[in-house]
């Protein structure tokens, strides 16, 4: 049998406050449709764009970094790729990528899986074909569109690059997390390609490719050949569909967008990004399993989110076991977290009061059942383990005792003379002020006892 060969195109929602080529907030989830808009990103006849968004395009050139690609030294050029649809009244999109372009990154290899293209583009706006409503809210934001070379050979494979690719771009926020990501995905099993269309979901993206691949090797298995063609996923049969035959780069009629500057790529910006970026969750998950003896599964969870990792580190360098921090970080942390439905920048834990607390554990001051009764009262703020533990610890060591019953009995002249003449009250007194030194910790039979001996 052929080899099956499979390639992705995702698009994924910048994080940036404004759209972009114009000042409309992107915040599209907490408004009405139709709030976020104005002309330009309305296509009204003769608007014009506004200078591209800095911050989408120097998340771009973020992104292209972290994926290995080579950053474009040639000008960038915005190309107006044109088709007809509800979504796009001015009839065209405005793109890096297509005929007479260069992405802003190229050559990039993530994971074993080539980088062919990472460009910039803008989001046309949601068109509802059955009510027929347009909502604009979603036009003109900034989209990165990621071109893999068609190196994956299995589904599964597709998978678990999908899901890396997003922890590494959540290390530098660079993606809309709720927007998720959407994704073209071409399919061979070695005739034509074929490109599904659209997919909304790692999981539908996984389904389409197992459908795709299985529909093809039945039809050569038919003597039929594979056309080169446009098909949708339909996750109700769980089949992909002909759209259409597939149409040539010339159908959009690309042409250099007259309203728009040419982008040259400062390669100063491009070296203070690079210092900037942090270190790639996978290789974090290896030096974890290398300089932490971490297991390959804890290693994964802990690389996953990088606050939480920031977070161990900084924990285990405070000298604690490496094992216990990995323990209590991965299983007990997260779970608490997840109990209060807060992620690790929501609550103010220091790194070192979670370190004393495992400390306690160590020493074996506190059991562990106690020391995950504290951990729960860490959210939303933590606090010292030691102090909390001093604050309740009772006091039963009579030296110590005898030492604030001394003192109180040194100030209270009075209250000693009164107890002396046979006010018993005054004996509750004493008591009632030696608890007070002690915040109620001392043992109170003992208390009791210890000042009858004294006074008498
Ligand atoms: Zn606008």
């Not at 942390?333 to 370190?355: C, D, G, T, Y």
């Not at 020391?371 to 009262?377: D, G, P, R, S, T």
Request: proline share 5%.
């Amino acid at each position: 049998m052929e080899q099956v060969k499979i390639g992705l195109e995702i698009h994924g929602y910048l994080v940036t406050k404004e759209k972009l080529f114009c000042e409309n907030k992107t915040d599209y989830k907490q408004v009405k449709p139709n709030t976020n808009i104005c002309p330009i990103c309305c296509g009204y006849p003769g608007a014009r764009p506004m200078l591209p968004n800095e911050t989408a395009v120097g998340k771009v050139i973020e992104i292209a970094l972290m994926l290995g690609c080579k950053i474009s030294q040639l000008p960038l050029i915005w190309q107006r790729k044109h088709y007809d649809w509800p979504d796009l009244p001015k009839g065209y999109q405005e793109t890096v990528s297509g005929a007479y372009s260069v992405p802003v990154g190229s050559e990039g290899k993530f994971l074993g899986i080539g980088i062919r293209e990472v460009h910039i583009e803008e989001d046309p706006a949601r068109w509802d074909p059955e009510t027929g409503r347009v909502d604009f809210n979603r036009s003109g934001l900034p989209l990165v569109e990621i071109v893999t070379e068609p190196d994956f050979k299995t589904s599964e494979s597709v998978r678990e690059w999908l899901h890396q690719i997003i922890i590494t771009l959540s290390y530098i926020k660079a993606l809309d997390k709720d927007a998720g990501i959407k994704a073209d995905v071409n399919v061979s099993v070695g005739q034509e390609r074929v490109e599904i269309k659209n997919i909304n979901s790692i999981y539908s993206i996984v389904q389409a490719i197992e459908a795709e691949t299985k529909r093809q090797i039945e039809e050569i298995k038919k003597g039929k050949q594979i056309k080169r063609e446009t098909r949708a996923y339909n996750e109700k049969r769980k089949t992909t569909l002909l759209m259409r035959e597939k149409e040539e780069q010339a159908d959009y009629r690309f042409i250099p967008d007259p309203d728009l500057p040419i982008l040259f790529i400062n390669r100063q910006l491009v070296e203070e990004i690079q210092k900037k970026l942090p270190e790639l969750p996978h290789l974090k998950a290896e030096r974890f399993k290398k300089e932490h003896d971490v297991q390959e599964k804890v290693a994964k969870v802990l690389s996953s989110n990088k606050e939480l990792a920031e977070f161990y580190e900084k924990v285990v360098k405070l000298s604690v076991d490496k094992k216990l921090t990995s323990y209590w970080v991965t299983i007990e942390l997260l779970r608490v977290l997840n109990w209060n439905k807060k992620s690790l920048p929501e609550v103010q834990i220091k790194p070192e009061h979670f370190a004393e607390l495992l400390k306690l554990i160590e020493e074996k001051k506190i059991t562990e059942a106690a020391a995950k009764q504290m951990l729960n009262e860490f959210v939303p703020k933590s606090f010292s383990p030691s102090d909390k533990l001093k604050k309740v610890e009772r006091i039963s060591d009579e030296g110590e005792i005898k030492k604030v019953c001394e003192e109180i009995l040194k100030k209270e002249k009075k209250a000693v003379e009164d107890y002396k003449q046979g006010e018993e009250k005054a004996l509750n007194f004493l008591i009632g002020q030696v608890m007070k030194e002690t915040r109620g910790r001392a043992d109170i039979t003992k208390v009791k006892e210890i000042l009858l001996k004294l006074i008498k």
